[in-house]
Every structure is written in C-alpha cells, then in structure tokens.
C-alpha cells in the first residue's frame, strides 16, 4: 500500500515542512541523505550481541501465559508504505475486544483515547507489560525493523493505518519512523493525537546529527527513569 505522498517532489512538499527547500542541497543533505542510515545500521549491529538474548529472556517470560510474546502490526511507514512493527507483548490476549469493552463503559476513558490515541490507564496491560513499557524494553524487537529499513532509530511515532486521517500535515511521510523521537521524550507527550504532527515537522526541519544525538542522549534519560518513551 502506497499513497500519493510517494509522489511527492521538492515543489509539493515545500509549503508544508517549510524549510525542506533549503536542507536538500549542499552540506546538510549527507546526514540526511545516508549518513542517519549509516549511523542506525551501525548501531543496531553493536547493540545486537547485548540486545538479541535479552530479548530472548523477556520473550520467554512473556510466554509463561501460554501466547506468543511478540506482537506484530501493521503501521505506516515513510511514503506512506505499510510495514510490521515488532514489540514484545504487553498486553493480555484479545485486546482489542477489551478495549471496545472499556470504552464503551468509560466516557472519559473514551474522550481520552479519542483524543490522544493512548491512555493513561490502560486495561489491557499486564502487570509486566507495564515494566517493559516504563523501561521501553518492549521497542527492542524494533531494532529489526531499524536493520531492515522500516524504520529509525530516531523519527516520528509510528502510526497506524486507521490513525492516519486523524494526522494533518504532511513530514511524517518524509521519514523513516523512529523507535524514539522528539515527541517520545518530551514533557507533552499526553497531548493530543493531532499535536504529534507539530513536533514531527519541527523534527524535519532541524534535523541534523547533532539533533539525533541530543533525542538519544535525552532518550537514555527517559528509560533510566523508568517513564517510558
């Protein structure tokens, strides 16, 4: 599946990221073009003999319930092209169907989801999805996606298909989706759905080495405190 966004040319995509004219040509364009790439793939494949068995020790206590430990769906990636993203699971089987329950029962709740798309009690963790979720060892299978080019280390949110004409703007379609971002580790990461497309703009705009070095390092802080991402 490949939207129109695919298409896009420097002409198209000017008026809505702004700056997007100015960052193709010259210096800045080497990080963009496949230094961040580069750096990703490096970083993956150091982190791979540490990360890979403990993924495996995690995997296996999530499966002491007698389901898969990993979870996989569908998201949108860069150019709108879909791909699946892997998370260890952190929820209780037949989510879903919990989900539409509680909502159904708890106007706020469903206010909340409407608006942000995430809650801040949410049903259908468990109670050690909830320690992979606030220490972000969950997003480790991810590194698979950043390996084959699915995603990034650093970028915007992923976001699901039915979550798409709820976003305005246009940048997220220009990146590479991240496991962290500048959203992820911000102090207004409860705002609403529609706000995430502010900080992925921004994002785009100032991208640079150093601006991915300083999510990463702001990411670090994230996880030690155990606030998830």
């Known amino acids: 599946m490949t939207l129109q966004v695919n298409d896009l040319d420097r002409r198209e995509a000017a008026p809505i990221v702004g700056t997007y004219l100015d960052v193709k040509e010259g210096f800045p364009n080497i990080y963009r073009g496949f230094g961040k790439r580069t750096l990703d793939i490096a970083l ?37 092209r879909i791909f699946r993203i892997y998370k260890l699971r952190t929820m209780i089987p037949n989510a879903k169907a919990r989900l539409d329950d509680y909502l159904a029962r708890n106007i706020e709740a469903r206010l909340e989801w409407e608006q942000k798309q995430k809650l801040r009690k949410d049903p259908r963790v468990t109670k050690f999805g909830q320690f992979l979720r606030n ?95």
């Open 44 to 80: 993956v494949l150091l982190a791979a003999p540490f990360v890979v068995p403990l993924v495996l020790m995690l995997a296996l206590v999530i499966a002491l319930d007698g389901h898969n430990p990993f979870y996989v769906q569908n998201r949108v990636g860069r150019h709108g």
């Open 135 to 229: 220490t972000s060892l969950d997003e480790l299978p991810q590194l698979l996606n950043v390996l084959k080019g699915d995603m990034s280390l650093i970028g915007p949110r992923p976001m699901m298909i039915e979550q798409m004409s709820m976003y305005p703007g246009m940048a997220y379609y220009l990146m590479r989706p991240g496991i962290s971002g500048s959203w992820q580790v911000s102090d207004r990461n409860g705002t609403t759905f529609a706000a995430r497309s502010n900080f992925d703009t921004e994002y785009y705009r100032e991208l640079t080495f150093w601006s991915d070095l300083k999510i990463i390092l702001r990411t670090l802080v994230v996880v030690m405190r155990g606030t998830g991402c």
